[in-house]
C-alpha cells in the first residue's frame, strides 16, 4: 500500500488565473489505481455513511482496482445519477472521505491523508461519460401514459426527470432562465465544473426524451394546479435556494457591490467576462473584497481575481470572514486553490459600513475586529465582534457571499404550499410530497442551502415516490 | 444618434394570456445578448401576442429596433413583477414621459374600464417623439400634452403642467392617485410636485436587471428604508417613498462599459 495520497494533476496557478478552464484535470488510469489501492476496504467502512446518498463506495473503488471501471460506474450510478458532477464538486472532505479510517482525527473536515474518493469517483464517472455508459432504461408500460412536470432544472430537477424518464415517464422540465441546470449553470463557475460534463448530462436527458422548456417560469406564466389542467399527474418542485442575502449594513447598494449571485450570474450565465463579445457587463476593481466563507465566496473571489488578470488590473482579491479559517464552511480543497492563485484571507473581520465616493460607487469599507467566542447553533464557535476596534479597508469592488436562501416566485402565489419559517417547502421526508397532492419537492426549496449530492438524493426519494403515487393512480382507477 | 421609438409585436400566447397592466418580460435578443426588462404595452389575445414598445438608446434597444417582421428572439421570459392593482380609485392622473407613455397606456386602460376618471399629463422631447397620443386619448378623460421645445402642446415639462394642475383644481377635485412613468428624474419631480397635496404617488422603476426573478439584487433599491427589488417587489413603489438619489447612482453602474459597447458596435 502506498501511504502517499495521489492528488489530481491540476493547472498551474499562475496560468489558470488567465482562463476560466477546469483548474482539477482528474486522475489518469495509473494515479487512479495508485489512490484506489490505498483504500484499506474496511470491513465496517464508515465513508459510505458519511455519503448523503450511501454510494457503496468500498465497492466502486474495489472496483477501480480490478480495473473494471465499467462496473464501477454502474456501482455508483446506483445511487448517484450524476458522478461526473459529483466527483467534481462534492464536499467530499465533509462528507465520505471525513469518515475515512485513513483521516487523522480532530479537524472538522477530512486530512489529506484520507483516500481521495471524489477525485475516484470524477474518473469512474468521466470513464462512464468517455464510453457512453448508459444505465438501461427500465420501461413500465403502465407509467408510459403518465406526464410529470418538473420545476427547476438544477441538481435536483435534472436527477428526478431522469430517475423517472428511464421508466418511461413523459417528463418535461419548466427552467425560468434561458439556461438550463440551474445552480450548475449560473452558480459554479466553469473552472470548478466544466459545462460539458454539465452538457453530456443534459444531452443524455434529451435522449432519454426529457423535454426542456426554458424561459418559462411556473407561477408566473402559469400556476401549479394548471400543469394538472393541462395533463401532468404529478409535479418535482426542484425550486432551489437562489435568494442572495444581504449583511443589513449602511451603504451595501453603494454601486459595485455585488451579491454573490449577481456577480457569478453575470459571469458565468452571461459571459460577462467575454465582454464585450457577449454583451453583459460585469465591472471590476483593484481591491476586490468578498465576504463569506463558503463555496460561493471562493467561486466569487476566484472570479474576481480572474477578471482583474483579464482586465490588466494587479490581482488583488480579498476574503473578509467573521470567524477563522478552521470553521469556513468552504471545501478545503477550494480555500486552497484559492490562496495558490493568490487570494487574500481576512480572519475574524465583520463588515459594519460601506462608504462610497459622490458618484455612489464603493471605496471603502468599515470593519469591526473579532474574536471567537462559545459555538452557536451551528456547532461553530460564534464571532464576537468588539466595541471601538473599527477600521478602514480600501474596496472598489466587493461581492457578498453570505448565503442564499429559498426562490420565493412559485410559492408566494401557491398558498395552499405549505412552507415554513425560511420560506421553503414542507415535505413528508420519507416521500418528499408537500401539502398538496400529487406534489413533491427536493433539493435546496427543502431545509435550505446544501449540496448538490444532498439535492440528487432528495430527488431521487421523491422520483420513487412520485412512481408509487402514480401506480397508486392506476389501481385506484381499477 | 437618433432615438427612434420603436413598437415591436411578439408572439408568446401563454405571456399574452397571463400580462397584466404594469408587467414586463426580459428578453434576450442573441445568445450573446444581455437580458433586458421591457414593460408589456398591449396584448392580443386572438393573435397571441404581446406588444413592446422601446426606444432605441443602448445596444440591446437597437439590436431589437433592427430586428425586421419574422425574426425569432433569443429568449423571452414573462410575465414577470406585480401587475398594477386595478380598481376604482375615484380621480385619477397619469403621467408618462417619453416613453414611459407607453407604460401607462395599459394601466390608464384598465384603470378607465374600472370606472375612474382619468387624466393623463404626455410629455415628450419634441412633437415627433410623442407617442399613442390618439390611443390614450381614447382611454383618458382628459389629455394634456407638453413638449420640451414648444413644438406641440405646451411648452416644458409634465411636471410643470402636474405641478400647475394640482395648484388649480386641488380644492375642487380629490385625486386619490396619481401614477408616473417615465425618465428617472420626472418620476423624481412627481414625487416632489405630488407630495405637498398628500397624494398617493406611484411609479414604476425601469432598473437594471439580469434574471428577474429575484435571484441577484442587481434592481435592489431602497423603499422607505428597506431594500426592495424592483424585479419581484416591484416594479411600482411609492414614489415617495423611494431613495431616488440611490436609484440615480444604480442605474449609471455600467455608463462607461455601455458607452465602450455601442461604440464598437453601432
Known amino acids: 500500500m502506498k501511504e502517499v495520497p495521489v492528488k489530481s494533476k491540476e493547472l498551474v496557478p499562475s496560468k489558470r488565473i488567465e482562463n476560466f478552464d477546469e483548474v482539477v484535470l482528474?486522475?489518469?488510469?495509473?494515479?487512479?489505481?495508485a489512490e484506489a489501492e490505498r483504500c484499506l476496504q474496511c470491513r465496517n467502512p464508515a465513508c459510505i455513511a458519511g455519503c448523503p446518498v450511501g454510494i457503496d463506495i468500498k465497492k466502486f473503488i474495489k472496483e477501480i482496482t480490478d480495473k473494471d471501471y465499467k462496473k464501477s460506474y454502474f456501482t455508483i450510478r446506483e445511487k448517484n445519477d450524476f458522478p461526473s458532477i459529483c466527483g467534481r464538486v462534492c464536499p467530499a472532505e465533509y462528507q465520505c472521505r471525513k469518515r475515512c479510517v485513513l483521516t487523522k482525527k480532530g479537524l472538522p473536515f477530512a486530512s489529506e491523508e484520507a483516500i481521495n474518493i471524489h477525485f475516484l469517483e470524477r474518473f469512474a464517472g468521466d470513464y462512464g461519460i468517455e464510453n457512453s455508459l448508459e444505465v438501461p432504461?427500465?420501461?413500465?408500460?403502465?407509467?408510459?401514459?403518465?406526464?410529470?412536470?418538473?420545476?427547476?432544472?438544477?441538481?435536483?430537477?435534472?436527477?428526478?426527470?431522469?430517475?423517472?424518464?428511464?421508466?418511461?415517464?413523459?417528463?418535461?422540465?419548466?427552467?425560468?432562465?434561458?439556461?438550463?441546470?440551474?445552480?450548475?449553470?449560473?452558480?459554479?463557475?466553469?473552472?470548478?465544473?466544466?459545462?460539458?460534463?454539465?452538457?453530456?448530462?443534459?444531452?443524455?436527458?434529451?435522449?432519454?426524451?426529457?423535454?426542456?422548456?426554458?424561459?418559462?417560469?411556473?407561477?408566473?406564466?402559469?400556476?401549479?394546479?394548471?400543469?394538472?389542467?393541462?395533463?401532468?399527474?404529478?409535479?418535482?418542485?426542484?425550486?432551489?435556494?437562489?435568494?442572495?442575502?444581504?449583511?443589513?449594513?449602511?451603504?451595501?447598494?453603494?454601486?459595485?457591490?455585488?451579491?454573490?449571485?449577481?456577480?457569478?450570474?453575470?459571469?458565468?450565465?452571461?459571459?460577462?467576462?467575454?465582454?464585450?463579445?457577449?454583451?453583459?457587463?460585469?465591472?471590476?476593481?483593484?481591491?476586490?473584497i468578498v465576504i463569506g466563507g463558503g463555496n460561493t465566496a471562493m467561486d466569487s473571489a476566484r472570479v474576481a481575481l480572474r477578471l482583474q488578470k483579464a482586465g490588466g488590473i494587479a490581482p488583488d482579491t480579498t476574503i473578509l470572514y467573521r470567524r477563522t479559517e478552521i470553521e469556513m464552511p468552504a471545501r478545503r480543497l477550494e480555500i486552497g486553490?484559492?490562496?495558490?492563485?493568490?487570494?487574500?484571507?481576512?480572519?475574524?473581520?465583520?463588515?459594519?459600513?460601506?462608504?462610497?465616493?459622490?458618484?455612489?460607487?464603493?471605496?471603502?469599507?468599515?470593519?469591526?475586529?473579532?474574536?471567537?467566542?462559545?459555538?452557536?447553533?451551528?456547532?461553530?464557535?460564534?464571532?464576537?465582534?468588539?466595541?471601538?476596534?473599527?477600521?478602514?479597508?480600501?474596496?472598489?469592488?466587493?461581492?457578498?457571499?453570505?448565503?442564499?436562501?429559498?426562490?420565493?416566485?412559485?410559492?408566494?402565489?401557491?398558498?395552499?404550499?405549505?412552507?415554513?419559517?425560511?420560506?421553503?417547502?414542507?415535505?413528508?421526508?420519507?416521500?418528499?410530497?408537500?401539502?398538496?397532492?400529487?406534489?413533491?419537492?427536493?433539493?435546496?426549496?427543502?431545509?435550505?442551502?446544501?449540496?448538490?449530492?444532498?439535492?440528487?438524493?432528495?430527488?431521487?426519494?421523491?422520483?420513487?415516490?412520485?412512481i408509487n403515487y402514480l401506480l397508486k393512480l392506476i389501481s385506484q382507477k381499477g | 444618434?437618433?432615438?427612434?421609438?420603436?413598437?415591436?409585436?411578439?408572439?408568446?400566447?401563454?405571456?399574452?394570456?397571463?400580462?397584466?397592466?404594469?408587467?414586463?418580460?426580459?428578453?434576450?435578443?442573441?445568445?450573446?445578448?444581455?437580458?433586458?426588462?421591457?414593460?408589456?404595452?398591449?396584448?392580443?389575445?386572438?393573435?397571441?401576442?404581446?406588444?413592446?414598445?422601446l426606444q432605441e438608446a443602448g445596444l440591446t434597444t437597437r439590436l431589437l429596433g433592427a430586428l425586421s417582421a419574422g425574426d425569432a428572439l433569443y429568449a423571452m421570459t414573462g410575465p414577470l413583477g406585480h401587475a398594477t392593482e386595478i380598481k376604482k380609485y375615484g380621480n385619477?392622473?397619469?403621467?408618462?414621459?417619453?416613453?414611459?407613455?407607453?407604460?401607462?397606456?395599459?394601466?390608464?386602460?384598465?384603470?378607465?374600464?374600472?370606472?375612474?376618471?382619468?387624466?393623463?399629463?404626455?410629455g415628450a422631447r419634441t412633437k415627433d417623439l410623442l407617442i399613442l397620443e390618439k390611443e390614450l386619448k381614447a382611454v383618458t378623460d382628459e389629455l394634456h400634452i407638453t413638449t420640451d421645445d414648444g413644438s406641440y402642446g405646451e411648452r416644458g415639462f409634465v411636471t410643470d403642467v402636474l405641478s400647475k394642475f394640482l395648484a388649480d383644481s386641488v380644492q375642487r377635485i380629490a385625486y386619490s392617485l396619481i401614477y408616473a412613468v417615465g425618465p428617472l428624474l420626472m418620476m423624481k419631480k412627481v414625487a416632489v410636485v405630488s407630495k405637498p397635496f398628500n397624494i398617493r404617488t406611484i411609479v414604476s422603476l425601469n432598473a437594471l436587471m439580469v434574471d428577474a426573478t429575484g435571484m441577484c439584487g442587481c434592481c435592489r433599491v431602497t423603499v422607505g428604508g428597506r431594500i426592495k427589488f424592483s424585479c419581484v417587489d416591484g416594479p411600482e413603489f411609492d414614489a415617495h417613498q423611494v431613495d431616488w438619489d440611490e436609484c440615480e447612482k444604480r442605474n449609471s453602474i455600467y455608463e462607461e462599459k455601455e458607452k465602450h459597447i455601442c461604440r464598437l458596435k453601432i
Open chain 2, 92 to 122: 385619477i392622473i397619469l403621467v408618462g414621459g417619453g416613453v414611459g407613455i407607453a407604460e401607462i397606456y395599459p394601466v390608464a386602460r384598465a384603470l378607465k374600464s374600472a370606472g375612474n376618471h382619468v387624466t393623463a399629463i404626455l
Open chain 1, 26 to 33: 482528474g486522475y489518469a488510469e495509473g494515479e487512479a489505481l
Open chain 1, 137 to 288: 432504461v427500465e420501461k413500465d408500460e403502465k407509467l408510459s401514459k403518465f406526464k410529470v412536470a418538473v420545476v427547476g432544472s438544477g441538481p435536483a430537477g435534472l436527477a428526478c426527470a431522469g430517475e423517472l424518464a428511464r421508466r418511461g415517464i413523459k417528463v418535461a422540465i419548466f427552467e425560468s432562465l434561458h439556461k438550463v441546470g440551474g445552480v450548475l449553470q449560473y452558480g459554479i463557475p466553469p473552472f470548478r465544473l466544466s459545462r460539458d460534463v454539465l452538457d453530456y448530462e443534459i444531452n443524455y436527458l434529451k435522449k432519454l426524451g426529457v423535454e426542456f422548456v426554458p424561459n418559462y417560469i411556473i407561477g408566473k406564466v402559469k400556476a401549479l394546479n394548471e400543469l394538472f389542467v393541462e395533463g401532468f399527474s404529478a409535479v418535482f418542485l426542484g425550486l432551489g435556494a437562489g435568494v442572495p442575502s444581504f449583511l443589513g449594513v449602511k451603504g451595501e447598494n453603494l454601486c459595485n457591490i455585488y451579491s454573490v449571485n449577481e456577480f457569478l450570474t453575470r459571469v458565468n450565465l452571461m459571459s460577462a467576462y467575454k465582454f464585450p463579445e457577449f454583451h453583459t457587463p460585469v465591472n471590476i476593481g483593484s481591491r476586490a
Open chain 1, 337 to 466: 486553490h484559492a490562496r495558490e492563485e493568490g487570494i487574500k484571507f481576512r480572519f475574524l473581520v465583520q463588515p459594519e459600513e460601506f462608504i462610497g465616493d459622490e458618484r455612489g460607487f464603493v471605496r471603502k469599507i468599515r470593519c469591526l475586529k473579532c474574536s471567537l467566542g462559545e459555538p452557536d447553533s451551528s456547532g461553530r464557535r460564534r464571532p464576537v465582534p468588539a466595541e471601538g476596534s473599527d477600521f478602514e479597508i480600501p474596496c472598489d469592488l466587493a461581492v457578498i457571499a453570505i448565503g442564499l436562501s429559498a426562490n420565493q416566485v412559485l410559492t408566494s402565489v401557491t398558498p395552499e404550499l405549505k412552507t415554513d419559517k425560511y420560506s421553503d417547502v414542507v415535505v413528508n421526508a420519507e416521500t418528499m410530497e408537500t401539502s398538496v397532492k400529487g406534489v413533491f419537492a427536493g433539493g435546496d426549496i427543502v431545509g435550505g442551502e446544501g449540496t448538490v449530492i444532498e439535492a440528487m438524493g432528495m430527488a431521487k426519494k421523491a422520483s420513487q415516490a412520485i
Open chain 2, 1 to 53: 444618434m437618433g432615438s427612434r421609438v420603436v413598437r415591436i409585436d411578439i408572439s408568446s400566447p401563454d405571456i399574452a394570456g397571463k400580462a397584466g397592466p404594469g408587467q414586463f418580460v426580459t428578453l434576450m435578443v442573441s445568445e450573446e445578448g444581455e437580458r433586458i426588462p421591457l414593460t408589456i404595452v398591449d396584448k392580443d389575445l386572438a393573435k397571441g401576442t404581446i406588444t413592446l414598445i
